[in-house]
């Protein structure tokens, strides 16, 4: 086909081509790399109908895509790729005699040279770019193509730490500024002014005056919030996070760390659709040595884990490695970390420690671009409807494990990572491999306060039957009580949440559905979202006599461990109702003290209503409860929630149940089912016990005599320096209000009532 025969077929086809060409400028300036790479592809099968004698309309076309394909490339990692696709750039724009083609390829093996680090080689190709858009200076494209030359020189200027040579780039780029005053076409005016904002802004960021450096950080906030190409918000955002590092650096202010924290989630949340892992790992292990110098060192673990992860998966081993190392060397200080949150050391030194100087100037990010890559083909990049939650690649087919609780995926390398880092999911807490138990210990202040909920008997015997026989309607109760628990989390944070069984009427699985629906939201927007969570491995449930649905003998806890299943509480196996208890531990930060937090299920002889007061409990029972302990788990002192009363246990075995108990250092239960609490802790063989009443459970159920017990709940605090217990139950009489019950100590050794 002969480039003169102006046909209409050859319109029509050029005319696509162009469209193609439009559609890849805007994808690359949106971030959209792969609908952008998806478009070259198009483009490059339509040009074949031409035979290789492209018309002249669409040359500059044919060489300005082969550049944004090698610069795609380059800021996704795969450099082998960009530097194929610069090449073929620069000889296309030889081939066709074509100056701006020719500089456009000169500039994309700039930007390869730059991302590989060889910034000798970079400045030397954009010198050669930027001469030859100096020559061919004609129309507005030839100066915005200058513009783009010299915005990119100054930034690796920047980076050579050759600030004379980013002014003089800089200089140009502002007399190529001066040249469009505002009356000009604004998209022209705009696309220039952005890219000197640009360059302003890292050439400010690098000087050594506080007042330039305040001007870059307004300058990066313009950028970030403008309309402006996509890499270049990136590039401000990482930018503004070395501002606020380097003022962290001086002033040791923490309230820095919240500031920067926020422009690490945007980043990673910009970094991630677009496939920049480069930026997406930075970001993760910057928010692993925040995290690190917060002393939350479990944070950091997680966040390091999945830089870690991301690395290995998308093929950066050299860097994998580096992280890992981070990661074992922490794990080998971490004395020194506690050493200096008992003394409080200062912000530089817990800096200097976590090694957060590699983070200034763009030091890591430009090490990583050095390391060896393998190329993309070797990896699996996420492309289907899932990512894995650590990594964010593919998680698909044999290569996918999926959360039992939240559905969340998880590729299995990454499922394996987590089940090490401490076998619970990211995302609901719930564990990952369901033969081990979650090795997490709840690191706690001095005191723990428990939220203790019991009876809320969904169902026949629960609130909603009440409603044709008082005035409070149940959605303003459970309102009420949504706001209580909220003030109570807010002043007191609430580390622990008990819910002592009966959270049914009669088992069925409508009860449980609604409880899901209505109930366990309430709980789960207070305590799962905001700064104070409490994940679902602190919520310790059990059943009670009501959540069995009688007369299905073995099948009679099913809808209750479904419940406990789609909820995220079950932490042990399903299918052995002896296994219906959870286990974890808290430790207390200044002394170290454990406590070990258990449940327990006093219902397994209920069969049917007839039987729903029996509690007997066998002696094997009990020796399977505490089978998996190890010794030292068994010496710790222990709180247990059951749903029974210790003292309604009944059978011959009743002595040898409290025997083993506390030979196992259970000092304190919770516990529901009579309906009320009590000012006092009955003491049962030196085992204390605190029932909750009832939360919701109808007036019928609440009544004693002539007497109805008023809806309540309680909060107990327990101090683990001391062993000293103090609680408060909150009674609802059209408003909460609150009493202060008995309070009393535990005795244990760990324990020293001198604190």
Same mark, same amino acid.
């Given at each position: 086909?002969?480039?003169?025969?102006?046909?209409?077929?050859?319109?029509?086809?050029?005319?696509?081509?162009?469209?193609?060409?439009?559609?890849?400028?805007?994808?690359?300036?949106? %971030?959209?790399? *792969? &609908? $952008? =790479?998806?478009?070259?592809?198009? /483009?490059?099968? @339509?040009?074949?109908?031409?035979?290789? !004698?492209?018309?002249?309309?669409?040359?500059?076309?044919?060489?300005?895509?082969?550049?944004?394909?090698?610069?795609?490339?380059?800021?996704?990692?795969?450099?082998?790729?960009?530097?194929?696709?610069?090449?073929?750039?620069?000889?296309?724009?030889?081939?066709?005699?074509?100056?701006?083609?020719?500089?456009?390829?000169?500039?994309?093996?700039?930007?390869?040279?730059?991302?590989? %680090?060889?910034? *000798? &080689? $970079? =400045?030397?190709?954009?010198?050669? /770019?930027?001469? @030859?858009?100096?020559?061919?200076?004609? !129309?507005?494209?030839?100066?915005?193509?200058?513009?783009?030359?010299?915005?990119?020189?100054?930034?690796?200027?920047?980076?050579?730490?050759?600030?004379?040579?980013?002014?003089?780039?800089?200089?140009?780029?502002?007399?190529?500024?001066?040249?469009?005053?505002?009356?000009?076409?604004?998209?022209?005016?705009?696309?220039?002014?952005?890219?000197?904002?640009?360059?302003?802004?890292?050439?400010?960021?690098?000087?050594?005056?506080?007042?330039?450096?305040?001007?870059?950080?307004?300058?990066?906030?313009?950028?970030?919030?403008?309309?402006?190409?996509?890499?270049?918000?990136?590039?401000?955002?990482?930018?503004?996070?070395?501002?606020?590092?380097?003022?962290?650096?001086?002033?040791?202010?923490?309230?820095?760390?919240?500031?920067?924290?926020?422009?690490?989630?945007?980043?990673?949340?910009?970094?991630?659709?677009?496939?920049?892992?480069?930026?997406?790992?930075?970001?993760?292990?910057?928010?692993?040595?925040?995290?690190?110098?917060?002393?939350?060192?479990?944070?950091?673990?997680?966040?390091?884990?999945?830089?870690?992860?991301?690395?290995?998966?998308?093929?950066?081993?050299?860097?994998?490695?580096?992280?890992?190392?981070?990661?074992?060397?922490?794990?080998?200080?971490?004395?020194?970390?506690?050493?200096?949150?008992?003394?409080?050391?200062?912000?530089?030194?817990?800096?200097?420690?976590?090694?957060?100087?590699?983070?200034?100037?763009?030091?890591?990010?430009?090490?990583?671009?050095?390391?060896?890559?393998?190329?993309?083909?070797?990896?699996?990049?996420?492309?289907?409807?899932?990512?894995?939650?650590?990594?964010?690649?593919?998680?698909?087919?044999?290569?996918?494990?999926?959360?039992?609780?939240?559905?969340?995926?998880?590729?299995?390398?990454?499922?394996?990572?987590?089940?090490?880092?401490?076998?619970?999911?990211?995302?609901?807490?719930?564990?990952?491999?369901?033969?081990?138990?979650?090795?997490?210990?709840?690191?706690?202040?001095?005191?723990?306060?428990?939220?203790?909920?019991?009876?809320?008997?969904?169902?026949?015997?629960?609130?909603?039957?009440?409603?044709?026989?008082?005035?409070?309607?149940?959605?303003?109760?459970?309102?009420?009580?949504?706001?209580?628990?909220?003030?109570?989390?807010?002043?007191?944070?609430?580390?622990?949440?008990?819910?002592?069984?009966?959270?049914?009427?009669?088992?069925?699985?409508?009860?449980?559905?609604?409880?899901?629906?209505?109930?366990?939201?309430?709980?789960?927007?207070?305590?799962?979202?905001?700064?104070?969570?409490?994940?679902?491995?602190?919520?310790?449930?059990?059943?009670?006599?009501?959540?069995?649905?009688?007369?299905?003998?073995?099948?009679?806890?099913?809808?209750?461990?479904?419940?406990?299943?789609?909820?995220?509480?079950?932490?042990?196996?399903?299918?052995?109702?002896?296994?219906?208890?959870?286990?974890?531990?808290?430790?207390?930060?200044?002394?170290?003290?454990?406590?070990?937090?258990?449940?327990?299920?006093?219902?397994?002889?209920?069969?049917?209503?007839?039987?729903?007061?029996?509690?007997?409990?066998?002696?094997?029972?009990?020796?399977?409860?505490?089978?998996?302990?190890?010794?030292?788990?068994?010496?710790?002192?222990?709180?247990?929630?059951?749903?029974?009363?210790?003292?309604?246990?009944?059978?011959?075995?009743?002595?040898?149940?409290?025997?083993?108990?506390?030979?196992?250092?259970?000092?304190?239960?919770?516990?529901?089912?009579?309906?009320?609490?009590?000012?006092?802790?009955?003491?049962?063989?030196?085992?204390?016990?605190?029932?909750?009443?009832?939360?919701?459970?109808?007036?019928?159920?609440?009544?004693?005599?002539?007497?109805?017990?008023?809806?309540?709940?309680?909060?107990?605090?327990?101090?683990?320096?001391?062993?000293?217990?103090?609680?408060?139950?909150?009674?609802?009489?059209?408003?909460?209000?609150?009493?202060?019950?008995?309070?009393?100590?535990?005795?244990?050794?760990?324990?020293?009532?001198?604190?």
């Amino acid at each position: 086909m002969m480039k003169e025969e102006q046909t209409p077929e050859m319109n029509k086809l050029i005319h696509k081509i162009k469209i193609r060409f439009n559609m890849i400028v805007k994808s690359h300036n949106m %971030g959209k790399y *792969d &609908k $952008a =790479l998806k478009y070259i592809e198009q /483009a490059e099968e @339509l040009i074949k109908h031409f035979q290789g !004698d492209l018309p002249r309309g669409i040359r500059v076309s044919h060489i300005s895509w082969l550049s944004h394909r090698a610069i795609i490339y380059a800021f996704k990692g795969d450099l082998a790729r960009s530097f194929k696709d610069a090449n073929e750039t620069l000889m296309v724009g030889q081939s066709y005699d074509h100056k701006r083609g020719i500089s456009v390829g000169e500039s994309a093996l700039g930007i390869y040279y730059w991302f590989s %680090g060889d910034l *000798d &080689k $970079a =400045l030397v190709h954009l010198d050669l /770019a930027i001469l @030859l858009s100096e020559e061919t200076l004609k !129309d507005t494209w030839d100066y915005i193509m200058l513009a783009d030359h010299l915005t990119v020189a100054t930034q690796v200027s920047i980076y050579k730490e050759d600030l004379e040579r980013a002014k003089k780039y800089f200089t140009r780029l502002e007399e190529v500024r001066k040249i469009f005053p505002n009356t000009w076409e604004k998209a022209t005016v705009f696309y220039i002014n952005s890219r000197y904002r640009v360059a302003k802004a890292h050439l400010l960021k690098s000087s050594m005056r506080f007042r330039d450096r305040a001007m870059a950080e307004d300058l990066f906030r313009e950028i970030i919030k403008e309309d402006s190409a996509f890499i270049y918000k990136l590039r401000a955002l990482t930018g503004l996070c070395e501002l606020f590092l380097i003022e962290l650096r001086f002033s040791n202010d923490i309230n820095i760390i919240s500031e920067i924290k926020p422009l690490l989630e945007k980043l990673i949340s910009m970094a991630q659709p677009s496939g920049l892992y480069y930026f997406l790992i930075e970001a993760y292990i910057l928010h692993g040595k925040l995290a690190l110098i917060m002393f939350d060192i479990e944070g950091s673990r997680r966040f390091l884990t999945q830089a870690q992860r991301m690395a290995e998966r998308y093929g950066y081993i050299g860097l994998a490695d580096e992280i890992a190392g981070l990661h074992e060397a922490m794990m080998e200080r971490l004395d020194t970390w506690e050493q200096l949150e008992k003394r409080n050391a200062p912000l530089s030194e817990r800096m200097e420690l976590a090694r957060l100087e590699d983070h200034l100037k763009g030091k890591f990010r430009s090490r990583m671009m050095k390391m060896e890559r393998i190329s993309e083909g070797e990896v699996t990049p996420y492309k289907g409807s899932q990512p894995c939650l650590v990594c964010k690649g593919n998680a698909e087919g044999f290569n996918v494990y999926v959360c039992p609780t939240c559905n969340s995926h998880y590729c299995r390398a990454c499922a394996q990572a987590v089940v090490n880092l401490g076998n619970q999911c990211w995302s609901c807490n719930s564990p990952i491999d369901t033969s081990k138990k979650s090795s997490d210990i709840y690191e706690c202040d001095t005191s723990l306060n428990i939220l203790h909920i019991s009876d809320i008997q969904e169902g026949r015997f629960g609130i909603k039957e009440d409603i044709s026989r008082v005035d409070q309607d149940y959605s303003n109760y459970l309102l009420d009580f949504k706001n209580k628990l909220e003030i109570l989390h807010r002043k007191n944070k609430i580390d622990i949440i008990a819910i002592s069984g009966d959270l049914a009427s009669t088992g069925t699985k409508e009860e449980f559905d609604n409880l899901t629906k209505e109930f366990i939201p309430i709980l789960d927007n207070i305590f799962l979202d905001g700064k104070n969570i409490v994940p679902k491995n602190r919520w310790i449930i059990v059943p009670g006599n009501h959540d069995v649905e009688w007369g299905k003998n073995k099948a009679r806890f099913n809808n209750f461990i479904q419940f406990c299943r789609e909820n995220g509480f079950l932490e042990y196996e399903l299918n052995n109702p002896k296994s219906i208890y959870s286990q974890t531990a808290c430790r207390e930060k200044s002394t170290g003290n454990l406590l070990g937090i258990l449940g327990l299920n006093s219902c397994l002889e209920i069969q049917d209503e007839s039987t729903r007061n029996s509690s007997n409990i066998s002696n094997s029972y009990y020796s399977e409860f505490s089978k998996g302990w190890d010794e030292d788990f068994r010496e710790i002192p222990k709180m247990m929630v059951c749903h029974h009363m210790l003292h309604s246990i009944k059978g011959e075995k009743f002595d040898h149940a409290l025997n083993t108990l506390r030979e196992n250092n259970v000092l304190l239960t919770l516990a529901g089912d009579i309906h009320k609490t009590e000012p006092y802790a009955d003491e049962i063989n030196k085992i204390r016990c605190i029932p909750a009443g009832a939360i919701s459970a109808t007036k019928s159920e609440r009544q004693v005599g002539i007497d109805v017990v008023s809806r309540q709940f309680n909060v107990v605090n327990l101090n683990l320096q001391s062993g000293y217990v103090k609680w408060y139950t909150h009674i609802f009489e059209g408003t909460w209000r609150k009493i202060k019950n008995e309070s009393f100590y535990l005795n244990h050794p760990s324990f020293s009532k001198n604190v």
